[in-house]
């Protein structure tokens, strides 16, 4: 099969879809692999490092998309991508339609099959490929707050671990998955006092064992309410797979929280967890409603190119192998990560 790893489009995005020794291990199965020049550039991988895997340079993304029959990149594809993508492409990339229906409908009217990689699901209903963008996502999101919270950044001038005198900050954080677990994980470290809701009964166990600085409760609308209201920092991480999230932190809670203190949504990619959230770009990563700071990047990992492309390569080479193949729709879980297929939505999430 034609392989094409093209170039990220969206803004300050660094990362590339796969690695040169991941691309080299494609080759080396038979199929012809080509990358737009200099796409793992901000990742630190030169075409060169490519070309000595025997994979091919294509000069531009027109060239990529006409030459490849697997579209493999990161992110989901946007007015860059879409004017190349074809009714023969096998997309594979996050998509997050359940929060892009113009997204849906563009690629509903190209007729391609696009096979998410935050709907691909094992039968332990795991998320595999979703999995390490959400790890680096909390962690980032539990720096970027912290940093926001210093009073030159518009916060109310707190430190969360706190030192001997002072209080510890608090930080709040709805959900405990990937994302809110390592989230949580962080601000423990750092010494803050944290409360992690979830309803889950085993992943409030795993946040209790952090550390005697966790509380874990279930998210009781009257107990967030609560818990929001006297937080520094709040962490959105709350996932409904391949569907919109639903608004756990109402508009009202926020209204209650104290200026300077700093909210951080990593479910932005599916629609946000807060109901004050709106998407937002590294470029202008920030915005304040209700005196309260909102960071909201649709592409958290993207600030760290490196090591996110290191992740995200390792997680998905064996399923970009295995689709590459025939028959790789009879794979349970490469069939439940189909969210368009031929013209038409068949994720259960998205009908």
Avoid at 200 to 205: E, I, K, M, V
Wanted: proline content about 5%; aromatic content about 4%; overall charge negative.
């Amino acid at each position: 099969m034609r392989i094409g790893i093209p170039k990220e489009t969206k803004t300050l995005e660094g990362r590339v879809a796969l690695v040169p020794a991941a691309a080299a291990d494609l080759v080396n199965a038979g199929h012809d692999v080509y990358i737009e020049t200099n796409a793992g550039i901000k990742s630190g991988f030169s075409d060169e490092d490519y070309t000595s895997h025997g994979v091919k340079i294509c000069k531009d993304a027109e060239e990529l998309y006409a030459t490849g029959e697997m579209i493999v990149k990161v992110k989901e594809p946007i007015a860059g991508d879409l004017k190349y993508l074809r009714k023969n492409h096998l997309l594979f990339c996050y998509l997050h339609l359940a929060a892009e229906p113009e997204l849906t409908e563009k690629l509903l009217e190209i007729g391609l099959t696009g096979v998410a990689f935050e709907t691909v699901e094992e039968a332990d209903g795991s998320l595999p490929l979703l999995a390490p963008m959400s790890i680096i996502a909390g962690m980032i999101a539990t720096q970027v707050g912290t940093h926001l919270l210093h009073q030159p950044s518009g916060g109310k001038g707190v430190l969360l671990g706190g030192l001997p005198s002072t209080e510890r900050g608090k930080v709040v954080v709805l959900g405990a998955g990937a994302a809110g677990g390592n989230s949580a994980a962080l601000a423990a470290k750092g010494g803050a006092n944290v409360v992690v809701f979830d309803k889950r009964q085993d992943r409030l166990a795993e946040m209790m064992a952090l550390g005697p600085n966790v509380t874990a409760l279930y998210p009781y609308e009257e107990t967030v309410a609560r818990e929001v209201a006297s937080a520094d920092l709040v962490i959105g991480a709350v996932l409904v797979t391949g569907a919109k999230a639903p608004h756990v932190i109402s508009e009202e809670m926020v209204k209650n929280m104290q200026p300077g203190s700093v909210i951080a949504d990593i479910s932005v990619d599916q629609g946000g967890c807060v109901a004050t959230t709106k998407p937002t770009t590294w470029e202008n990563p920030t915005f304040v409603k209700h005196g309260v700071t909102h960071f909201s990047v649709t592409n958290m990992p993207g600030s760290v190119p490196r090591t996110s492309t290191q992740a995200i390569s390792a997680a998905i080479l064996p399923y970009v192998q295995r689709l590459a193949r025939d028959g790789w729709r009879d794979v349970e879980s490469l069939a439940k990560g189909i969210n368009v297929d031929n013209g038409k939505i068949v994720h259960p999430a998205l009908l």
